[in-house]
């Protein structure tokens, strides 16, 4: 069935035709416990009733309009999103790549409009991620990404994660944003310490430069507020979203602060699709059910649970796992060679399993948010079968 597919992923030998909760289905009717929830997408796990109505709902009325004229669910959607962070601004895409290309382009078109043409650079850091497109990717600055799509466009530098004085020496006068993910997830789960965050805010303040936090796969909760720089007290002037916004439909937004909210006027920058009615609806139903069910908080409990277990997890097998890292309910498990991530997660998987794997030979956990405790002691008790197998 996947023979038309290119094969741009090392898809599982398993086809998912149905869900429920933080269930997925296979084509055998086989039924696996999802602690990867479509890579931190579906964060109200799946087929939830608010979802379906929302989009049932809103494709009965509209699908799409464009964004040549208003319509509610996008203008409700923007509303939405600046009262919460406080944002001035939303400009809504189709991905996480979209959302950051965006904001990239906005830090240029800032400083252009500033006066200042030459403030061109985008900073970013060491084992972050931003996307596949080739802007996004000249901000990424891990090898096994760009190897091959060379040349990428300039104007990009790198500065160590969590490193103040290298982020003080390379934040000079040129730089026109600083973009980093409050949690870095595909590095392999690594948490932007708050004393750099802070001196990211100071320095891009000194220096006349906008502060971007990508928060692709670490937002809309995942780390318990809805946004992680919340944790920290950090506000950025761009923020980045996608992945759960809408729960599963494609959807991207940045957010933008009063200090760059005039930058983009009309023809500067534009998506068909960007927040199209019913990814938009599915996103306002996504934070209307965040509220009732009162996530953050359980976030905050479930995140307990989860380390404990994995702790206990990581004292059982010592030879095999290092001890878990990460925020909420963005865990990243450390796997000590020789052993591999891959192949635990292939017999996790075998034992009705799913989980991620992300850099540096880690076990990615990025359940829905709705996860029970249960669910999670089950989760612990298959992945150590799992070990048992692999190791
Ligand atoms: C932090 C971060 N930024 C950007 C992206 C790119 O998002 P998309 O795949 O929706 O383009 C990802 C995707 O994994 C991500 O984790």
């Given at each position: 069935?996947?023979?038309?597919?290119?094969?741009t992923y090392d898809r599982a030998p398993i086809t998912i035709v149905s869900g429920h909760g933080c269930t997925l289905v296979d084509s055998d009717g086989r039924e696996y416990l999802d602690c990867i929830a479509g890579i931190a997408v579906c964060a109200l796990g799946h087929a939830h009733?608010?979802?379906?109505?929302a989009i049932e709902d809103q494709a009965r009325r509209l699908v799409h309009a464009s964004n040549l004229y208003s319509h509610e669910p996008s203008g409700m959607l923007a509303k939405e999103l600046t009262r919460r962070s406080g944002m001035s601004r939303a400009f809504f895409c189709n991905s996480g790549s979209e959302a950051n290309?965006?904001?990239m382009k906005l830090a240029r078109k800032w400083a252009f409009r500033n006066g200042e043409p030459r403030r061109s650079t985008i900073l970013s850091c060491t084992g972050g991620f931003h996307g596949r497109t080739l802007g996004a990717l000249a901000a990424t600055e891990n090898p096994k990404y760009r190897e091959g799509f060379a040349p990428l466009p300039a104007g990009f530098t790198f500065t160590a994660f969590n490193d103040v004085a290298e982020l003080d020496a390379k934040l000079d006068g040129r730089v026109a944003a600083f973009i980093v993910e409050p949690v870095q997830g595909e590095s392999g789960i690594h948490v932007a310490e708050a004393e750099f965050l802070r001196a990211a805010r100071r320095l891009c303040d000194e220096r006349g430069a906008l502060l971007i936090f990508d928060e692709i796969q670490c937002g809309m909760g995942r780390t318990g507020p809805l946004f992680a720089y919340e944790n920290a007290g950090v506000r950025p002037d761009v923020v980045t979203m996608a992945k759960a916004l809408a729960n599963g439909l494609p959807i991207g937004a940045?957010?933008?602060?009063?200090?760059?909210a005039e930058t983009f006027q009309p023809g500067d920058h534009g998506s068909t699709f960007g927040g199209s009615?019913?990814?938009?609806?599915?996103?306002?139903?996504?934070?209307?059910v965040r509220d009732e069910l009162q996530l953050e908080g359980r976030v905050r409990e479930?995140?307990?649970t989860l380390f404990s277990l994995l702790r206990e997890l990581a004292a059982r097998h010592e030879r095999v796992l290092g001890q878990p890292r990460g925020l909420g309910?963005?865990?990243?498990?450390?796997?000590?060679?020789p052993f591999q991530?891959?192949?635990i997660q292939r017999a996790a998987r075998e034992s009705g399993l799913l989980i991620g794997t992300a850099g540096g030979n880690t076990l990615r956990f990025a359940p829905p948010l709705i996860i029970e405790d249960e669910e999670l002691r089950r989760a612990c008790s298959l992945l150590d079968a799992a070990l048992a197998t692999a190791a």
């Amino acid at each position: 069935m996947s023979d038309a597919l290119l094969s741009t992923y090392d898809r599982a030998p398993i086809t998912i035709v149905s869900g429920h909760g933080c269930t997925l289905v296979d084509s055998d009717g086989r039924e696996y416990l999802d602690c990867i929830a479509g890579i931190a997408v579906c964060a109200l796990g799946h087929a939830h009733p608010a979802i379906a109505e929302a989009i049932e709902d809103q494709a009965r009325r509209l699908v799409h309009a464009s964004n040549l004229y208003s319509h509610e669910p996008s203008g409700m959607l923007a509303k939405e999103l600046t009262r919460r962070s406080g944002m001035s601004r939303a400009f809504f895409c189709n991905s996480g790549s979209e959302a950051n290309e965006a904001a990239m382009k906005l830090a240029r078109k800032w400083a252009f409009r500033n006066g200042e043409p030459r403030r061109s650079t985008i900073l970013s850091c060491t084992g972050g991620f931003h996307g596949r497109t080739l802007g996004a990717l000249a901000a990424t600055e891990n090898p096994k990404y760009r190897e091959g799509f060379a040349p990428l466009p300039a104007g990009f530098t790198f500065t160590a994660f969590n490193d103040v004085a290298e982020l003080d020496a390379k934040l000079d006068g040129r730089v026109a944003a600083f973009i980093v993910e409050p949690v870095q997830g595909e590095s392999g789960i690594h948490v932007a310490e708050a004393e750099f965050l802070r001196a990211a805010r100071r320095l891009c303040d000194e220096r006349g430069a906008l502060l971007i936090f990508d928060e692709i796969q670490c937002g809309m909760g995942r780390t318990g507020p809805l946004f992680a720089y919340e944790n920290a007290g950090v506000r950025p002037d761009v923020v980045t979203m996608a992945k759960a916004l809408a729960n599963g439909l494609p959807i991207g937004a940045m957010l933008v602060n009063e200090r760059a909210a005039e930058t983009f006027q009309p023809g500067d920058h534009g998506s068909t699709f960007g927040g199209s009615a019913v990814p938009a609806a599915a996103a306002l139903a996504h934070l209307r059910v965040r509220d009732e069910l009162q996530l953050e908080g359980r976030v905050r409990e479930r995140s307990v649970t989860l380390f404990s277990l994995l702790r206990e997890l990581a004292a059982r097998h010592e030879r095999v796992l290092g001890q878990p890292r990460g925020l909420g309910l963005l865990i990243g498990l450390p796997v000590r060679e020789p052993f591999q991530a891959k192949a635990i997660q292939r017999a996790a998987r075998e034992s009705g399993l799913l989980i991620g794997t992300a850099g540096g030979n880690t076990l990615r956990f990025a359940p829905p948010l709705i996860i029970e405790d249960e669910e999670l002691r089950r989760a612990c008790s298959l992945l150590d079968a799992a070990l048992a197998t692999a190791a």
